[in-house]
């Protein structure tokens, strides 16, 4: 077996233990995706914190093609707008989220 064939199947085992069934809007089926919705802690002027969410759902290439800004996501019950796609080079690729409705609108 190939180096490839087995991050093949490390890729294949990572996404049957950790990912959550993702619906994009234009596709007909769900994909699967690892979705995140971390809370970073940034320090502001005078020292105060704030919370600030960049949830995240990381997408195999193929379940990401036709994909662009502003396109909506379902995961784990929420609506989410698509407002960066960032491809890695390894055949993922990272949909960076905003809620919906934006709280800002």
């Given at each position: 077996?190939?180096?490839?064939?087995?991050?093949?199947?490390?890729?294949?085992?990572?996404?049957?233990?950790?990912?959550?069934e993702?619906?994009?809007?234009g596709?007909?089926?769900?994909?699967?995706?690892?979705?995140?919705?971390?809370?970073?802690?940034?320090?502001?002027?005078?020292?105060?914190?704030?919370?600030?969410?960049?949830?995240?759902?990381?997408?195999?290439?193929?379940?990401?093609?036709?994909?662009?800004?502003?396109?909506r996501?379902?995961?784990?019950?929420?609506?989410?707008?698509?407002?960066?796609?960032?491809?890695?080079?390894?055949?993922?690729?990272?949909?960076?989220?905003?809620?919906?409705?934006?709280?800002?609108?």
């Open positions: 077996m190939t180096f490839r064939e087995h991050v093949a199947d490390l890729d294949t085992a990572v996404f049957e233990a950790l990912s959550d993702v619906q994009i809007d596709k007909p089926d769900p994909v699967m995706g690892m979705f995140y919705s971390p809370w970073l802690d940034v320090e502001v002027m005078r020292g105060q914190r704030t919370g600030l969410r960049e949830p995240f759902v990381i997408l195999r290439e193929a379940d990401a093609t036709g994909v662009r800004q502003r396109t996501v379902r995961a784990l019950g929420d609506v989410y707008s698509v407002m960066e796609l960032q491809p890695d080079g390894s055949g993922m690729t990272k949909l960076v989220l905003r809620p919906e409705p934006c709280p800002s609108r």
